[in-house]
């Protein structure tokens, strides 16, 4: 009984637009609605994307970067209202579902290697 009241909390609580597949280690962009007030406003984070957490409505993504010098990492719900868009800047090449190890890494250190898609011509003949 406690599961299926469960399940319809969650399903109400889901986002009705589509958010783009992205992957651990890819650079994202995240436009976030901030209130101040009475009004409100977009502000982005831009950064790389270390670990995903939880499933249904309690999935989570955690992004990070560096600002002045320091690593910030901002983690932020899927299905959360204050979400307006997500962009992917490029995708990152990784063997790891967590990339905590970036914490201890700067500098050019912390770069994740990009990963190269094969031109389509490349591919059929091979």
Known sequence: ?????LEKIEKENFRKDEIPA????DTIRVHVKIKEGDKERVQLYTGTVIARDGKGATKTFTVRRISYGEGVERVFPFHS????KIEIEKSGRVRRSKLYYLRSKT????RVEEKREQPAAAATTA
Do not use: D, V, Y
């Not at 009984?1 to 009241?5: E, L, P, R, Y």
């Not at 992205?22 to 280690?25: A, D, K, L, S």
């Open 81 to 84: 209202p204050s979400l307006a």
């Open 107 to 110: 500098g050019k250190k912390s």
């Open 22 to 25: 992205f992957r651990i280690g």
């Open 1 to 5: 009984m406690n599961t299926a009241i």
